[in-house]
């Protein structure tokens, strides 16, 4: 959860949305004080190749959005959908995980959701969640993803995503985290850092799930979701809600662009100008200007914008096996040292505060019932 600065204004790196539903995220952040702001409860879709657009709205909360969807969808799609909503918003979001799922396109199709619907919004939607075009993640995950978007707002901080992992740090005791060391290894007792072996009590390994394979005996796929965005500047917004913009005929090789949304349409630039953010899946390379010339279709006055700047992430997201079952992957505990990180349970924010909580429960520390509830630990040492 990383956010820059380009030209003065935060640019998340990696497209970020943040579920206030999520149960976890109301125990230990304070929305408030990250001056969020909900997307529009809708999302458009476009089909470039014939230039024509779509809208799936939330019509039990904006009714103007009904007629509209159903003439995008159909009357069996949208009750199909609507029964999905109702069924995925439960008390436990995280309840279908619990159970056996196919893949999430078979999920789909076992939910008699139609070919176009599949193929032009449900595909590169969940794509867009899981990082994988082909969306091998769980069924059961779509549903525990779509229930939350159901059951609550989908808020981006005024500061970028930073905020939130910034806004946990606060509460540390001040010099307790050292940053910029580089860790060799680690067991149960110990951290080794420059050949030099550090004694604690206790060992907790919150690391990314390649790096946690690395430094422990935890077989992972090879697989890597990478993750790009293209930002540019325009003087006018090409877009008036602040909603996503979803490419209905996405494709890795041919149509690239997955979706494309305004951040300053949230939080505005002092100077006016705002930022249009393309996201790109895989390892594909790509380039300003080609991209560029792919959103000509999308947007004509995309000729007029400038390149402000890039952003490319790297193991993104975990990969968890489709076969797995339940809301978490991994044990907390693997020989003897905690782990911690979204590989251990699932790739979301939700998963990865869950997986902290696992480790608090492993050693006998009551969770808070939220945020004002935290006070800063008597004495504790992090390396980062």
Same mark, same amino acid.
Not at 72 to 97: H, I, K, T, Y
Not at 262 to 275: C, E, K, S
């Given at each position: 959860?990383?956010?820059?600065?380009?030209?003065?204004?935060?640019?998340?790196?990696?497209?970020?949305?943040?579920?206030?539903?999520?149960?976890?995220?109301? =125990? #230990?952040?304070?929305?408030?004080?990250?001056?969020?702001?909900?997307?529009?409860?809708?999302?458009?879709?476009?089909?470039?190749?014939?230039?024509?657009?779509?809208?799936?709205?939330?019509?039990?909360?904006?009714?103007?959005?009904?007629?509209?969807?159903? =003439?995008?969808?159909?009357?069996?799609?949208?009750?199909?959908?609507?029964?999905?909503?109702?069924?995925?918003?439960?008390?436990?979001?995280?309840? %279908?995980?619990?159970?056996?799922?196919?893949?999430?396109?078979?999920?789909?199709?076992?939910?008699?959701?139609?070919?176009?619907?599949?193929?032009?919004?449900?595909?590169?939607?969940?794509?867009?969640?899981?990082?994988?075009?082909?969306?091998?993640? =769980?069924?059961?995950?779509?549903?525990?993803? #779509?229930?939350?978007?159901?059951?609550?707002?989908?808020?981006?901080?005024?500061?970028?995503?930073?905020?939130?992992?910034?806004?946990?740090?606060?509460?540390?005791?001040?010099?307790?985290?050292?940053?910029?060391?580089?860790?060799?290894? &680690?067991?149960?007792?110990?951290?080794?850092?420059?050949?030099?072996?550090?004694?604690?009590?206790?060992? &907790?390994?919150?690391?990314?799930?390649?790096?946690?394979?690395?430094?422990?005996?935890?077989?992972?796929?090879?697989?890597?979701?990478?993750?790009?965005?293209?930002?540019?500047?325009?003087?006018? %917004?090409?877009? =008036?809600?602040?909603?996503?913009?979803?490419?209905?005929?996405?494709?890795?090789?041919?149509?690239?662009?997955?979706?494309?949304?305004?951040?300053?349409?949230?939080?505005?630039?002092?100077?006016?100008?705002?930022?249009?953010?393309?996201?790109?899946?895989?390892?594909?390379?790509?380039?300003?200007?080609?991209?560029?010339?792919?959103?000509?279709?999308?947007?004509?006055?995309?000729?007029?914008?400038?390149?402000?700047?890039?952003?490319?992430?790297?193991?993104?997201?975990?990969?968890?096996?489709?076969?797995?079952?339940?809301?978490?992957?991994?044990?907390?505990?693997?020989?003897?040292?905690?782990?911690?990180?979204?590989?251990?349970?699932?790739?979301?924010?939700?998963?990865?505060?869950?997986?902290?909580?696992? &480790?608090?429960?492993?050693?006998?520390?009551?969770?808070?019932?939220?945020?004002?509830?935290?006070?800063?630990?008597?004495?504790?040492?992090?390396?980062?």
């Amino acid at each position: 959860m990383g956010t820059t600065e380009m030209e003065g204004h935060p640019v998340d790196v990696g497209f970020h949305v943040l579920h206030t539903a999520y149960p976890a995220l109301k =125990r #230990w952040v304070n929305l408030e004080a990250l001056e969020a702001t909900p997307m529009d409860p809708s999302t458009e879709v476009i089909l470039p190749s014939k230039g024509r657009r779509m809208l799936l709205g939330d019509a039990l909360r904006r009714p103007s959005t009904l007629l509209p969807t159903l =003439r995008s969808v159909g009357p069996f799609n949208a009750l199909r959908l609507l029964r999905w909503r109702q069924r995925a918003r439960g008390r436990d979001l995280e309840a %279908p995980m619990d159970r056996p799922s196919p893949t999430i396109d078979a999920g789909f199709a076992d939910q008699g959701f139609s070919e176009g619907l599949r193929q032009h919004v449900l595909h590169p939607l969940f794509a867009g969640i899981t990082l994988d075009p082909e969306r091998r993640e =769980r069924a059961a995950f779509a549903t525990f993803t #779509w229930g939350a978007m159901a059951k609550g707002t989908m808020v981006m901080p005024k500061d970028g995503i930073v905020a939130v992992p910034r806004q946990l740090a606060s509460r540390l005791p001040p010099n307790a985290v050292r940053t910029d060391v580089a860790v060799e290894g &680690v067991d149960a007792s110990s951290v080794t850092v420059d050949g030099v072996h550090h004694a604690h009590d206790k060992v &907790v390994l919150a690391v990314p799930q390649h790096v946690a394979a690395r430094l422990l005996d935890v077989t992972t796929s090879p697989d890597e979701r990478r993750t790009t965005t293209m930002v540019y500047a325009s003087s006018t %917004p090409p877009m =008036r809600a602040a909603r996503l913009l979803l490419n209905g005929e996405y494709d890795p090789d041919h149509s690239p662009v997955l979706h494309v949304h305004v951040p300053t349409l949230l939080h505005p630039r002092a100077d006016g100008q705002h930022l249009v953010v393309a996201t790109l899946l895989g390892a594909h390379e790509h380039t300003p200007e080609g991209v560029q010339e792919r959103l000509l279709s999308w947007f004509p006055e995309a000729s007029t914008w400038r390149h402000v700047g890039r952003t490319d992430v790297r193991h993104a997201l975990p990969n968890i096996p489709t076969h797995h079952v339940g809301r978490d992957h991994l044990p907390v505990d693997v020989d003897g040292v905690l782990l911690a990180g979204d590989h251990t349970t699932h790739p979301s924010v939700q998963g990865t505060l869950r997986s902290a909580e696992r &480790v608090l429960e492993a050693l006998g520390v009551p969770l808070p019932q939220g945020p004002q509830d935290l006070t800063r630990p008597a004495a504790v040492e992090v390396t980062a």
